[in-house]
């Protein structure tokens, strides 16, 4: 029955199929009759390499054209939504850095403003605060870009790349590690204030790495930019216009690949965005290529935000003055992670007994949020990252749904792919940068 | 004559508020199960009031009125269409009919002092007991052109289907998808109204409150900690 030592086949009511294991595309081929057999569906995925986690395309393919491409979600659909309605308003924070586990700082701050919009504090953020979002959502879309430009190196054959890539992004992590004591879902904004302040040795480790980067960029362009490859991989393939992106709701650096400068750090500012000068950087072509140029012109523009925000951080507050809202105790971070500080301990459990009434029911009961609904949108690394949140009046949020990039991105595959190549599927795809927990949420 | 759960019987009253427990079936009605009074608590004078939407007086202030009076100049049938205006925190929705959901929105994207490009989102809200049509479904639109954001909302009791929207903006395709498939919302003219990311053959729809979030009791140092949905709520 089997016509060869890699690919296993078996005849269905729907055909023949071969379960293939990769580099047993010959024997796939050869086992075909090309006459008679002119079409073959590739089911891509789950588990396949350069799909970025778990997405499934299913191809159908005459020769090495797509002429039908589907992609199937929802493996990787962990309820968060659902969750975040039996957990209270801070708790939610949580959950939500866990959606696009490669934008934590994004999904946190998203969340929280639309929940300070609910509560109607958004002007009572310190300006401390702010800065402090500002500049940890900016290095979070370097660490972003940079694994996007790691994977698709990786996927289109640079492999170096990708290990350079992630070797600079464990430097953002590291400065993270510092500030939250955790590398990822970090859990470190909270509506109303911040987890706990900047320590000096971040701010030093920030200044660090804004000095180093620039030197690692222009290393990856002399790889990467002037390469036969990489310009044949990437130049006129997966083309989407303006008009299409839009049509299927397509934000970001896909967007702005095509010549539209929508940035909502622009157009609609939050966070103070409109005091930070930096430029939105655009292609025209459209394709891969272009997408390639907008993240790293992307990275420049991110580290001339971070560079500004490190010069206004003043000291001050990070907490809202606001007791019912503001976190009862300055947390510190001892050896065993994040926790309360040994002072406020001291002081709930020796000293004051209103302090621990305080402490206990804003902590297990949480804080009640007006009845109503807002929708925030942040300029996430991928896209247009909108939150819509519902409060019923009760100290946990009513609804809470996320306006996913890479999911309403990955929409833009059928449209990318249909006609074209099968190994431009790869490089479209990748210059989509999905990523599946946020996508199925 | 069958004995209804909670009323009499061997069943203790409020010991079935129906899951999910967290959020009762009712805002009047607190987690002992009391009927009628609007006590939360069961036992103190406490009176939950009702969150009520309603009708924003004009002018709606900002970009607001604008909006809304092109679109009445570019949609006549507007006043038939739309059931209430709300200005809440900086935002208008603009709650509307499900029948005229798909022309509204065709208008809002192609007049020339509308131009909402984009259909930045679309999503599901389950006013279970609160609202007589429980779903709601949200549409956030966003003009590019002008910078404006507007919420069309638009309410469905069960069984009722909404017309697609993804005629107008081709988006809105999966998140029509993942509504359906998390409320039972059900779009009429929808290409391929399919489960999106539940699998195929499940049953029910997650996201409904009278969904139980499920999970099973945890021992952590000795103490035993309920599942999430059988927590203790403070409403």
Known sequence: MTTSE??????????????????????????????????????????????HGVLRLVLELEGETVTEARPVIGYLHTGIEKNLEYRNWTQGVTFVT????????????????????????????????????????????????????????????????????FREREYILDIFEETSGLRMNNGYIRPGGLAQDVPE??????????????????????????????????????????????????????????????????????????NYEFDVPT???????????????????????????????????????DKKIAWPSQLALGLDGLGNSLEHVAKIMGQSMESLIHHFKLVTEGFRVPP????????????????????????????????????????????????ALLADVIAGGASLDPVMGGCDR | MSIEPGTQGSVPAGAELGAPAQTPPSPDKGMFGVKGTGDVS????????????????????GYFDDVYDALEEAYPALSEAIEKVVVDRAELTLHVRAEHIAEVCQVMRDDASLRFELCS?????????????????????????????????????????VPSVTRVYPTADWQEREVYDMFGVVFAGHPNLTRILMPDDWEGHPQRKDYPLGGVPVEYKGAEIPPPDQRRVYQ
């Open chain 1, 6 to 51: 890699y690919a296993a086949e078996r005849e269905t009511t729907e055909g023949r199929v071969f379960t293939v294991t990769g580099g047993d595309w010959d024997s796939i081929t050869s086992s075909i009759d090309p006459l008679s057999n002119e079409k073959i569906v590739v089911n891509m995925g789950p588990q396949h390499p350069s799909t």
């Open chain 1, 98 to 165: 866990r959606m696009d586990y490669l934008a934590n700082m994004s999904n946190e701050v998203a969340y929280c403003l639309a929940v300070e919009k609910l509560l109607g504090v958004t002007d009572q953020i310190t300006e401390r605060t702010n800065t402090i979002r500002v500049m940890f959502m900016e290095l979070q879309r370097i660490a972003s870009h940079l694994v996007w430009l790691a994977t698709t190196g990786m996927e289109l054959g640079a492999i170096s790349m990708m290990l350079y890539g």
């Open chain 1, 201 to 274: 040795s971040a701010i030093r480790k920030i200044r660090d790495f804004l000095k180093y980067l620039p030197k690692k960029l222009k290393e990856y362009e002399a790889m990467l930019s002037g390469q036969i490859i990489w310009q044949q991989r990437t130049q006129g393939v997966a083309v989407l216009d303006v008009t299409g992106c839009l049509a299927l709701g397509i934000t970001g650096p896909v967007l702005r690949s095509a010549g539209l400068p929508w940035d909502l750090r622009k157009t609609m500012p939050y966070c103070g965005y409109e």
């Open chain 1, 283 to 321: 292609a025209t072509t459209a394709d891969v290529w272009g997408r390639y140029l907008v993240r790293m012109a992307e990275i420049r523009e991110s580290l001339k935000i971070v560079e500004q925000a490190l010069d206004r951080l003043k000291p001050g507050p990070i907490w809202i003055e």
């Open chain 1, 372 to 419: 109503g609904q807002v929708y925030v949108a942040v300029e996430h690394p991928r896209g247009e990252l909108g939150v819509h949140a519902v409060s019923d009046g009760g100290t946990h949020p009513y609804r809470v749904h996320y306006r996913e990039p890479s999911f309403v991105n990955l929409q833009a595959i059928p449209a990318m792919a249909e006609g």
């Open chain 2, 42 to 61: 069961g036992f103190g004078r406490l009176v939950r009031p009702r969150p009520a939407v309603f009708d924003s007086p004009r002018p709606y202030g």
């Open chain 2, 121 to 161: 989102s679309v999503d599901g809200v389950d006013y279970l007991s609160s609202d007589e049509r429980r779903f709601h479904v949200a549409y956030q639109l966003t003009s590019m052109t002008y910078r404006r954001r507007v919420r069309l909302e638009v309410a469905v009791a069960e069984g009722v289907t």
